[in-house]
């Protein structure tokens, strides 16, 4: 009989790590409350605005101007505030506060445990972005743990994205993962719009 292998599959906010990475980095060049309340002001206009797109459709008014906000745009526009309204954080101040972003002990040794061990292997699945992401493993020794992949939303790093410290958006990107290459899509929360 084959050896079955066991895949180990973490999402990262609030389980690899004990925060939720959109919110923790901009709060530590802004703030707390001051993050918290731009957050709600964001989400608060982008409904509005969504609400007076879909009635302006509806009287086939289209509104072109309405605001077309998910999630992670709020999260790049409050990391943007970081960078510029905030302490004026650099794309490096950036990557070194998700480094240091709190977890669990006991999460973390597990973790490594689990990628010492023979026939298993792990992998990241989620929505947080892919820079904050790789930068609290590299920091925290972690990077190799996850010997099947990661998805998650994609910012390739290129060496002219911190010369520069306005790196480009990115169109969804396919990630494949170990030797399955099961195909998932995902788009892109980048340092694109900070200028």
């Known amino acids: 009989l084959p050896t079955m292998k066991i895949l180990f599959v973490w999402d990262f906010d609030w389980t690899v790590i004990n925060c939720n990475s959109d919110e923790y980095v901009p709060a530590q060049f802004l703030g707390h409350d001051a993050t918290s309340d731009g957050f709600r002001d964001l989400i608060r206009t982008a409904e509005e ?23 992670h745009k709020i999260v790049e526009i409050m990391v943007g505030r970081a960078m510029n309204e905030g302490a ?21 040794a597990a973790i490594v445990e689990i990628s010492q061990q023979d026939q298993t292997g792990q992998m990241i699945l989620s929505d947080g972005n892919t820079l904050f992401i790789e930068a609290y493993l590299k920091a925290n020794g972690m990077e190799d743990c996850f010997n099947e992949g990661s998805a998650c939303y994609l ?26 290459s099961w195909p998932w899509a995902f788009s892109c929360v980048s340092f694109s719009s900070f200028r």
């Open 49 to 71: 605005q969504t609400k007076a797109k879909a009635e302006s459709n509806h009287d086939n008014d289209g509104d072109e101007d309405a605001i077309d906000w998910d999630w």
């Open 155 to 180: 910012c390739e790093r290129r060496p002219e994205t911190f010369q520069d410290p306005h790196c480009e958006r990115r169109r969804p990107y396919r990630q494949h993962f170990g030797q399955n």
């Open 88 to 108: 004026g954080a650099s794309p490096d101040d950036i990557l070194a506060a998700a480094a240091k972003m709190p977890c669990l002990d006991q999460i973390k």
